[in-house]
């Protein structure tokens, strides 16, 4: 059985491949193509879709049963319930807009939940990793073992989301309009960062919706790691995302969860799944 450190120390060469493609144009005036036509804004470049392929061969050629999930290249099946879970530029506005709180998110599920995750953010030399329900923050050639701040209660809580635009129902607007008030202080347009500021004692509260797979899945390991807690708004799994809590501690968590479960939408029924 392969350890889930020997897995950690993959993803990490995963994101080293990974940043060859993304540093390079990085604040280099970049092409911008978009995803969502004319009907909105969904920015992807060639950054996303190169760092993706280098991701994909190198799995390919170590683990060829495992499967692969990515933003850009969709779906590739394994043989194993082992499948890597890729976003390989989480925060595409940031990265074109030349502000370094953009991430690559590596992921492995093994078919229960998230076992392995990852945040790199290469511009500023700042590598999350979660694994084995630690958390580590990697700098400057140094590993740095990651708790989550004690916050128990939004009013002492910073509460991040990345833009207040995510909330576009009545009942999105009414439960980010709550945290908004009740929280200490709130902060906008980190992406992935704010999730990884969770582990690393900066930030006590995420709430986003609509979230994918891909947006998710590197980041539970590494709140989880560091002693935090993350759900969706039901208080159910988040690794098929959706609406998400993420949260320091598991009092902070069960107040906002409080607030927001009688907000969330209803799970899927059976004929909606098929």
């Known amino acids: 059985m392969t350890s ?133 923050l990697e700098r400057g050639g140094k590993r740095k073992l990651l708790k989550a701040r004690s916050c128990k209660t939004l009013r002492d809580a910073t509460f991040s989301t990345t833009t207040p635009e995510l909330f576009e129902t009545p009942a999105e607007k009414q439960g980010f309009d709550i945290l908004h008030r009740e929280a200490r202080l709130t902060r906008f347009g980190c992406d992935c960062y704010a ?25 539970i390991p590494i709140v989880t790691g560091a002693g935090g807690v993350v759900t969706n708004w039901r208080g159910e799994p988040a690794d098929q995302g959706g609406d998400i809590i993420a949260a320091a501690t598991p009092a902070l968590h069960a107040e906002v969860l409080g607030l927001l479960k009688p907000l969330a939408k209803a799970p899927p029924s059976p004929q909606q799944d098929r």
């Open 4 to 136: 889930h450190v020997e897995f950690a120390d993959f993803a990490t060469t995963l994101a080293d491949a990974a940043s060859k493609a993304t540093l390079p144009l990085f604040r280099s005036g970049i092409a911008v193509d978009n995803k969502a036509g004319s009907g909105g804004f969904d920015p992807v470049t060639e950054a996303d879709k190169q760092a993706e392929a280098e991701i994909r061969t190198l799995i390919k050629s170590t683990y060829p049963d495992h499967g692969i999930f990515g933003e850009e290249h969709g779906l590739e099946e394994g043989d194993s319930d082992y499948l890597w879970v890729l976003d390989p530029i989480d925060g595409t506005r940031a990265f074109i807009s030349g502000i370094p709180l953009w991430g690559t998110l590596i992921a492995l599920h093994d078919g229960k939940t998230p076992i392995v995750g990852l945040m790199d953010q290469p511009y500023i030399g700042e590598r999350f990793i979660g694994v084995d329900n630690e958390a580590y």
């Open 195 to 219: 999730y990884s500021l969770i582990a690393a004692g900066g930030i006590d509260l995420v709430v986003e919706v609509g979230l994918k797979p891909y947006d998710i899945q590197a980041l």
